[in-house]
C-alpha cells in the first residue's frame, strides 16, 4: 500500500467536518432551493421540480432588504473602520506597557453573549439611558425624538458588535509595521499628514482589507441587530430569511435567499479585493 | 517648502545639549562643532548617548537643554520634515510597499522636485545597483539594502547626512568594502557625513574627525592619529586600539620631556602628551610600540627590565606576547614578524624598550580599565 504521507492525514478530520457540516448542508441548501409546494399536499411538503424562478421571486420581493442589508454592513463598516484606525494605531504605536492589557479590554465584550450585549444596547438608547437625555439636553435631538427601535440604533448596534472584528487585524497588520520606516518618512520631507497617506496606510492595507472583510460580511447576513434594535421598517435580509424558514416554513425561498446573499457578498468581496490592489497584500 | 530651515547650509554646532529620560541622562551638557564638508565619526560603547545625539540632529528627538544650529539657522526645535538633514538608518528601514526607485524618489517626490527619474538613475549609478530599480526592498541582500538607503538619503543632497551604525549588520568583510566606499562616496558628493559607529576600527578607516563619547560626554576630539598616539584619557586609550597604562610619578623634568618614576626605574616622557594634572600619572604606551630584547642585548631609548614572557601568540603578521614584569603587571606586546628572528620563547627574561616620543601620561587617578570591558553592541539598541 501507498504511504500516505502525515500531512494529509493531519488534514483528514478538518476535511471530514467540513464536508458533513458544510458541503452536504450546502448542497441539501441547494436542492431546497429550487423545490416547490406539492399542490393540495401538507405545508411541509415539497418536491424538486428544479424552478429557478424562485430565485428571481425570491429576490423581487426582497430587494428592499437586500439594499438594506447592504447599505446598514457599509455604513456600519465604515464606522467601525474609523473608530479601529485611531485605536489600533495606538494600541501598536503608543501604548507601550499597557499593550497587552488594553488587547484584552478589546476582546473582553466577547466573553459575554452577543444577545445580551445587542439587548444592552437597547437600554444605552432607550429613555431610561444616559445618551437620550444628554442629547436632549445639548439640543441635539427633538424633545420627542427617540433613538430605539430606528436604523440608527441598527447600525450602531451593527458597528458595536463587529468592531473587534476591525480592531484585531488591524493592530495586527499596525503592529508590524517598523517604527523606523515612520520616522525614515518623516526624515524625507513628509510631515505626520503625507507619512499617513505614503508609509502608515500603504503598509496597514492588509489589515483593512481583512478588518473591513470581517466586519462586512457578517454584518450584511445579520438579522439580530434589526430584530432587537430596529422596528418593521429595518428588516434586513437576515430578518426575511429567518422568518422564511422558521415562521413562514417557505424552506425553498429561504434557501434560494441564502444562496442569493452567498453570491452577492463573493460578487462584491471579489471586486473590492482587486480594487484593493492584491499587491499591497503581500 | 523653500524657507529658511530647509536652505541652511553650513557648520553643525550643538550647543550645551542636554538629553534627560527621567533619572536617566543620556546626552550630559555636549557642545560640539561639526564643520561642514568633513567625515566626522562619533565613537562610543553602546549607551554612550551618540544615537540620541544623532537622532537630536535629524529631529526625532528633541534636547532637554541646548541648541542646534546648522550655520547660522537654529534648528533645534523644527520638525525632521523641514531640516536639510537626511538619515541613512541602523537597519536601513527602507519603504517595504515601494520599488527600489520609489523609495529613493521619495524625498524628492516630497519636495516637488522635478526630473526624478534622472536624478534616482543618477545616485542608482553611483552605488553601481541600476538594475535593482524596479525591485522590492525585500528582495535585495543586506549590502544591496545598505547602498539603496544611502541613495535614498543622498540623492536629496541634504546639508548634512547622518549615518546610524550603517553598516552594523553586515558582515566583517563586506563592512570592510563599504567603509572604503562610504569614504569615497563622501569626497565624490562633498556632502557633510557623521557617522554614529561603536567599531573604532570603522571610525578611524572613515573618519577626518572623531569624537570618542562615553556617558553622554565627549571623553576627547580629534583627528584619528591624534586620538591613538596622545589620548588624554584612559577611555580613549582603551577604547581606541589597546594601551598599556602603568602607576607612576613624575620626579623631574628636562628639557622638552618629563621624568617619570615606574617602580623604580625612570623614563622619559614628551611634555605635550602629557595630561597629568600632578606628579601622580599612569604612563601609557601602545603594545605595537614596545621592543623586546634579551636581558644583556645593549638598548635605547625608555627601557623597563626584568620582565618575564608569561605568554606568546604567533599570528601572522605579528607575534603577540605577555610579558610580566617585575611589579606584578602584565604587559602586552605587540612585535612585527619582519627581522627573520624566532620569537622569544615563554619563560625568557628580557627588558622592554620604546622610543621616548611614543610615551603619553594620563591621570594618576583615573581608572586604569576604563573602556577596556566594553561588550560588542547589540545591533538594536539604543
Redesign the interface.
Known sequence: MKKISTPYLLLLPGFAFLFVFFILPIINLAQTSTQTRVVGGDVLEYEQTLRLANYLDAFIENREQFTRSFIYALIATVLALLISYPLAYALAFKAGKYKNILLVLVIAPFFTSFLLRTVAWKQILGEEGFVVPSLRTFGIISENTTLTSTSFAVVMGMTYNFLPFMTLPLFASIDRIDPRTLEASEDLYANGFTTFRRVTLPLSMPGVVAGTLLTFIPAAGDYVNAQILGNPNTKMIGNVIESRYFRIVDYPTAAALSFTLMAAILILVTLYIRKAGTEELV | ?ADSANSARGDLKLTRITKSYGDFIAVDDLTLTIPEGSFFALLGPSGCGKTTTLRMV???EEPTVGSIHLGSTDITIT???QRP???V???Y?????LTIFENIA??LR??GIKDVDEAVNKVLNLVELPHLAQRKPTQLSGGQQQRIALA?AIV?RPALLLLDEPLGALDLKLRRQMQIELKWIQKEVGLTFVHVTHDQEEAMTMADTIAVMNEGKIEQMGSPVDLYDNPKTAFVANFLGQSNLIKGSLVGTDSDSLIADLFGQKISIPRARSHAADSSIYAGIRPEKFRISLLQTPTSGNVLGGGKIEDVSYIGVSTQYQVMMPWGQELMVFEQNDDGVAPFQIGDYVNISWEPVFTFALRGDEDAAAGTEVMPEDLDEE
Open positions: 517648502m535629524a529631529g526625532l520638525k525632521p520634515y538633514i537626511n538619515t538608518f541602523q537597519n528601514a527602507l519603504f517595504p510597499h521619495f524625498g516630497r519636495r535614498r536629496n
